[in-house]
């Protein structure tokens, strides 16, 4: 809350988290080999436990970018 009176927007990141990422993001797009029930049960842990009850104060959350092999299928 002190940077937004400062007049900085803070926000979360990287959703949905860089767990086993084969890579730097800032390189290369990495490959995140997780299965769903890890992603659910480690990585969106903390996002679930800032989000539920509207317990958010802060306004962005900014998106990981990376190939999530439990998500995503490649063409």
């Known amino acids: 809350l002190a940077l937004m009176r400062a007049g900085v927007m803070p926000c979360y990141k990287h959703f949905p988290g860089y767990g086993g990422a084969d890579r730097d993001a800032h390189h290369a797009l990495p490959t995140i080999r ?13 996002y679930q436990r800032v989000f539920e009850g509207n317990r958010c104060r802060i306004p962005s959350v900014m998106l ?3 190939y999530y092999t439990s998500l995503d299928r490649r063409p």
């Open 64 to 66: 990981s970018h990376g």
């Open 34 to 46: 997780r299965s769903l029930a890890t992603l659910k049960n480690e990585d969106l842990v903390p």
